[in-house]
C-alpha cells in the first residue's frame, strides 16, 4: 500500500526566522527596488541630445531609443537566472555584488564614445537590474509574511510610482547639462551596496525546513506558479498602458501642450499610489479582490475608449490607475503565498521576467490594435474588453 502524500506545507511555515525587520531595512530594499526604474525614464528627456551627438553613426535612430529600452528587454529575459543564482548563492551577497556593477555599468556611457559600447553597457545594466529586482523581492517575501508582506509589497508598488516621476523630472533637469549628466545617477548604487551590506542580514529558515532530505532534489513547483505569471504579462500591458498611451490618447483629442500631457499623467501617476495603499487597506485575501481590481482596469479603459474630451480620458485613466494601483501588488502577494523558503528566489525570479515580458510586449500590441481598429482609443478600447473578460473568468474560477 503506498504512503499518503501530504500536503506541501505553507509558504509562510517555511519562511525564516529573523530578528525584527528595522525601518532602515525595508527604506533599504524600497531604495533597491527602485533602481530598475530609473534607467526606464531618467534617460528619456536626452533621447534626443544623444541622436544629435552621434548623428553620423549608422541606425542611430534605432540604436538611441534602444539605449533605453534594452535594460528592460535584458530584465525580462535574464530574471529566471537571477532567481536560481538568488536561491544557490544567497539573497543579500548576490544583490550587494548587483548593485555595484549596476553603479559602475551604468556610469559606462559618461567616459564611453562607442554608441555601439554604450548599448552593450546598457544590456549589461539590465543583467544587474535583474539580480537587484529578483533579490529585493525575494527578501521582502523572506523577511515579512501575513498582512506585513501585503503592506510592503503594495508599498513597492508606490515607490516605484513615485520614483519614476521624480527621476523623469531629475533627468530632464540634469540633461540642461548635456546628455551624459543623467547617467551621474547611477553613482547612487554605490552607496547603496555598503549600507545594504551593512543592514541586511542573511535569512535562514525554520526549523530543519531549509535542508532537502539527502540525496533527493525537490522539483521545483512550475504548474504552481504558471497561471498567475500568464495572468501577470497581461496584467503587466494593462499597468503599463496609460503611461505609455496616455501622450497619444491626448494628442488624437488635439491636446499639443507638453506641459498639460506632464500633468494629466501625473495626475493618473498619484491614482496608482492611491490605489496602492487602498491595498493595504481592504480586507480579504488578494485572490479574491483580483477580479473586481482587473474589473476597475476595465471600466478606466472603456471610459478612455468612448471619450469624447481630454477630460474624459483623464478621468478614465484615473478609474484605470486606481485598478492598477492595486493589481500589482495583487498579483506579486498572490506568487509570494505560493512559494516556500528554498524556491522563492527562483519563483521571483520567474514573476519579475513575466512582468518586464508584459511591460516589453505592451507597446507592440497596442500598436497592432491601433493598426486593426483604426485609433488608439478603440485599441484601449479592446484591451478594456480583454481585462472585463478576464475579470469574470476570474469570477467564475474562483466560485467554482
Keep these: 500500500m503506498s504512503r499518503p502524500i501530504s500536503p506541501p506545507a505553507p509558504a509562510d511555515s517555511l519562511r525564516p526566522n529573523t530578528e525584527s525587520a528595522g525601518p ?12 530598475p526604474v530609473l534607467g526606464a525614464v531618467l534617460l528619456a528627456p536626452v ?24 535594460p528592460a528587454l535584458a530584465l525580462a529575459l535574464l530574471a529566471p537566472f537571477a532567481g536560481v543564482i538568488v536561491d544557490r548563492l544567497g539573497r543579500v551577497r548576490l544583490l550587494v555584488a548587483a548593485t555595484l556593477l549596476y553603479a559602475l555599468l551604468g556610469t559606462a556611457p559618461l567616459w564611453l564614445d562607442s554608441l555601439g559600447a554604450i548599448v552593450i553597457s546598457r544590456v549589461l545594466v539590465g543583467i544587474a537590474e535583474a539580480a537587484i529586482m529578483t533579490c529585493c523581492t525575494t527578501l521582502i517575501g523572506d523577511y515579512y509574511s501575513g498582512r506585513t508582506r501585503e503592506r510592503y509589497l503594495a508599498l513597492q508598488t508606490m515607490c516605484a510610482s513615485i520614483s519614476a516621476t521624480a527621476f523623469f523630472v531629475i533627468g530632464g533637469a540634469l540633461g540642461s547639462a548635456g546628455w551624459r549628466a543623467p547617467f551621474w545617477i547611477y553613482a547612487v548604487g554605490l552607496l547603496l551596496a555598503p549600507a545594504m551590506a551593512l543592514t541586511l542580514s542573511r535569512p535562514r529558515p525554520a526549523g530543519a525546513a531549509e535542508a532537502e532530505p539527502a540525496g533527493e ?4 513547483p512550475v504548474r504552481l506558479l504558471a497561471g498567475i505569471c500568464a495572468l501577470t504579462v497581461f496584467g503587466a500591458m494593462v499597468f503599463y498602458t496609460v503611461p505609455v498611451e496616455m501622450s497619444y490618447l491626448l494628442d488624437d483629442l488635439g491636446v499639443k501642450s507638453t506641459g498639460v500631457i506632464g500633468l494629466a499623467t501625473a495626475v493618473a501617476s498619484a491614482a496608482t499610489v492611491v ?39 483623464i478621468v478614465g485613466a484615473v478609474l484605470n490607475c486606481l485598478g492598477t494601483g492595486m493589481l500589482l501588488p495583487s498579483l506579486l502577494t498572490i506568487a509570494m503565498s505560493r512559494l516556500s523558503y ?9 514573476w519579475t521576467a513575466a512582468f518586464f515580458a508584459g511591460e516589453f510586449i505592451c507597446p507592440l500590441v497596442l500598436i497592432g490594435l491601433e493598426s486593426a481598429t483604426g485609433s488608439m482609443a478603440h485599441a484601449v478600447g479592446v484591451l478594456g474588453l480583454a481585462s472585463a473578460l478576464t475579470a469574470g473568468g476570474l469570477l467564475l474560477g474562483r466560485r467554482r
Design 24 to 35: 532602515l531595512r525595508a527604506v533599504l530594499l524600497m531604495a533597491g527596488s527602485c533602481l
Design 47 to 70: 533621447l534626443p541630445k544623444m541622436q544629435e551627438h552621434f548623428a553620423i553613426v549608422p541606425g542611430v535612430k534605432t540604436l538611441v531609443p534602444v539605449v533605453l529600452t534594452i
Design 217 to 220: 532534489k525537490r522539483p521545483f
Design 275 to 313: 490605489g496602492s495603499i487602498a491595498f493595504t487597506r481592504l480586507s480579504g485575501s488578494p485572490d479574491r479582490r483580483l477580479p473586481l481590481v482587473f474589473a476597475l482596469c476595465a471600466a478606466g479603459f472603456v471610459v478612455i475608449a468612448l471619450a469624447n474630451s481630454p477630460l474624459i480620458v
Design 342 to 350: 528554498a524556491d522563492r528566489g527562483r519563483g521571483t525570479g520567474l
